[in-house]
């Protein structure tokens, strides 16, 4: 097992446009959670999924976007109708178990807004 | 609702130095979880330590120990004998049991040669 892989790692699309970022996580791990980070801050959460049920969602996660585990394995976060404020590295991470224990990180979908 | 506040946007320190980062917590739960990650300029967020609020024993593992302290709900990170190896932002996170984890906004640790 290689770890959590997201792809694509860079994308650069324009306003207006719409961006759909997929993670694998670590085989067998329950939890996946989304994490947003702009330069210079701590990664923000934006949603989690245990198995394939989605079970919070931040504010931060407006209607425009959206995200799926409709296996309980790999994940996509959707964003609809990009604007330059999305422009951040989106990251996932997976964890075991039913308790929030060690999360592993990829290495995020850095994505720019023009 | 929870808080992470690292206070020490950046340091810098000479190889060799001892350096402690600082972080404090604000949470209601009397149950939670503290972490701190390492995060490299290649981007990946490396966990590093994970620490229960029962479980107020201070932690050594090699050149990097933590000091967990309820009284004033803090959770502060030590390196001894810095390396250039050690520059990266480090993330102070705080996790309730059963949810996410919220993250600080890190402080970037810059080791000179």
């Known amino acids: 097992d290689t770890g959590v892989s997201q792809d694509p790692r860079h994308k650069i699309t324009k306003r207006g446009q719409n961006v759909t970022f997929r993670c694998d996580p670590i085989s067998e791990h329950n939890r996946l959670y989304w994490y947003r980070q702009t330069l210079g801050q701590g990664p923000e959460f934006l949603t989690y999924?245990?198995?394939?049920?989605?079970?919070?969602k931040s504010r931060l996660l407006s209607d425009r976007f959206s995200a799926e585990r409709p296996k309980g394995s790999f994940s996509t976060l959707e964003i609809q109708r990009t604007e330059q404020g999305d422009s951040a590295m989106y990251l996932c991470?997976?964890?075991?178990?039913?308790?929030?224990?060690?999360?592993?990180f990829g290495q995020g979908t850095r994505l720019t807004v023009v | 609702a929870q808080k992470v506040t690292q206070a020490q946007t950046e340091i810098s320190v000479v190889e060799k130095e001892d350096v402690t980062l600082d972080c404090v917590y604000e949470?209601?739960?009397?149950?939670?979880?503290l972490f701190w990650y390492k995060q490299p300029p290649s981007g990946e967020l490396v966990f590093l330590i994970r620490r229960n609020s029962f479980d107020e024993q201070n932690e050594i593992s090699g050149r990097y120990s933590w000091n967990f302290q309820k009284s004033t709900s803090s959770f502060n990170f030590t390196i001894t004998a810095s390396q250039v190896v050690d520059s990266a932002v480090y993330f102070c996170?705080?996790?309730?049991?059963?949810?996410?984890?919220?993250f600080g906004a890190g402080t970037r640790l810059t080791v000179k040669p």
């Open positions: 999924f245990q198995n394939e049920a989605q079970l919070e």
């Open positions: 949470t209601r739960d009397t149950t939670y979880y």
């Open positions: 991470a997976s964890s075991p178990g039913t308790l929030l224990t060690e999360a592993f």
């Open positions: 996170a705080l996790s309730e049991a059963y949810n996410d984890m919220r």
